[in-house]
């Protein structure tokens, strides 16, 4: 992922969350997903009102979301448990000329504009 990577590893001797990440590391898919309900009629609204693009609007406050949370800024990279400071989005992008999908990754920064 691009971007700065700050980042603090997790003592997992001490670490409370120990047991799950021992039970869902040994797994083949250790990841679990969620689903939920979420009214963006504001941010539709917002958007229609200044011209932004709604993906990109939506894209930006998910992540802003997800780094508020330390939870979902945990990482495992090479069996080790890392805590980052922020995560920055990665996710698809179809090209209609040619039928491909292309991979995406961007530096996340709370600034809207610059982002």
């Known amino acids: 992922?691009?971007?700065?990577?700050t980042?603090?590893?997790?003592d997992l001797s001490a670490w409370p969350r120990r047991h799950h990440?021992?039970?869902?590391?040994?797994?083949?898919y250790p990841y679990i997903g969620l689903t939920v309900r979420l009214d963006v009629t504001n941010l539709v609204r917002a958007c229609r009102e200044t011209g932004e693009n709604f993906f990109i609007a939506?894209?930006?406050s998910s992540v802003r979301a997800?780094?508020?949370?330390?939870?979902l800024r945990y990482r495992v990279v090479d069996g080790e448990v890392f805590l980052y400071a922020t995560t920055h989005p990665s996710f698809t992008v179809f090209h209609p000329a040619d039928a491909l999908f292309?991979?995406?990754n961007v530096d996340?920064?709370?600034a809207f504009t610059a982002f």
């Open 58 to 60: 939506m894209l930006h």
């Open 66 to 71: 997800v780094n508020s949370i330390e939870k």
């Open 7 to 10: 980042r603090r590893r997790i």
């Open 21 to 28: 990440f021992d039970i869902l590391g040994r797994g083949n």
């Open 108 to 110: 996340f920064t709370d």
């Open 1 to 5: 992922m691009p971007g700065s990577h």
């Open 102 to 104: 292309y991979f995406a």
